[in-house]
T-cell receptor, first 111, second 112 residues
Framework: RKEVEQDPGPFNVPEGATVAFNCTYSNSASQSFFWYRQDCRKEPKLLMSVYSSGNEDGRFTAQLNRASQYISLLIRDSKLSDSATYLCVAFEGGGADGLTFGKGTHLIIQP | NAGVTQTPKFRVLKTGQSMTLLCAQDMNHEYMYWYRQDPGMGLRLIHYSVGEGTTAKGEVPDGYNVSRLKKQNFLLGLESAAPSQTSVYFC???????????FGDGTRLSIL
């Protein structure tokens, strides 16, 4: 059974700090990866795609390690508004049911 | 710029009642999905569709039916609601199976 595993947290981090969390995937054939953000009682929203060479979007950096089968998300200079649950997603090929969501990591930024 | 719209936003049903949740997208996406999200369980795929007139079962299809009569709409039906179907339901759409999915803002359903 395909699995995407995340530490559920919560991660309690002071404002302005850097925080990183990982996500592991079980299927070595997984082709593409994403990070989603979900605020409390809201829908998941795409934060960023994860590229093989790593990619950055402002304060957010995503990296992929295929050898160890994990992806990571780094948030620099964290803001109160970064408090949310971050979902890791892997596309494993095949049809429309090839996308697997992790259960999410809960991040709390404290003033 | 509506994206994915779900109706209703909230609903309370009695056990045994039936209802239909509507999802509409205006992005001309081929793929549409229905998920449920429960505490500690993450998102679980109920049914999905890869185009108008097609549907397929996901991870947890029992107790639900779907229809995709028009490309922009994907309906989720509960024929005889059970308390175990109390959940938050999300609809999503994507251009292809590997593209990121765009979610609606959810339907909170309680079955008493």
């Amino acid at each position: 059974r395909k699995e995407v595993e995340q530490d559920p947290g919560p991660f309690n981090v002071p404002e302005g700090a850097t925080v990183a969390f990982n996500c592991t995937y079980s299927n070595s054939a997984s082709q593409s990866f994403f990070w989603y953000r979900q605020d409390c009682r809201k829908e998941p929203k795409l934060l960023m795609s994860v590229y093989s060479s790593g990619n950055e979007d402002g304060r957010f950096t995503a990296q992929l390690n295929r050898a160890s089968q994990y992806i990571s998300l780094l948030i620099r200079d964290s803001k109160l508004s970064d408090s949310a649950t971050y979902l890791c997603v892997a596309f494993e090929g095949g049809g429309a049911d090839g996308l697997t969501f992790g259960k999410g990591t809960h991040l709390i930024i404290q003033p | 710029n509506a994206g994915v719209t779900q109706t209703p936003k909230f609903r309370v049903l009695k056990t045994g009642q039936s209802m239909t949740l509507l999802c509409a997208q205006d992005m001309n996406h081929e793929y549409m999905y229905w998920y449920r999200q429960d505490p500690g369980m993450g998102l679980r795929l109920i049914h999905y569709s890869v185009g108008e007139g097609t549907t397929a079962k996901g991870e947890v299809p029992d107790g639900y039916n779907v229809s995709r009569l028009k490309k922009q709409n994907f309906l989720l039906g509960l024929e005889s609601a059970a308390p175990s179907q109390t959940s938050v339901y999300f609809c999503a759409s994507s251009a292809t199976g590997r593209q990121p999915q765009h979610f609606g803002d959810g339907t909170r359903l309680s079955i008493l």
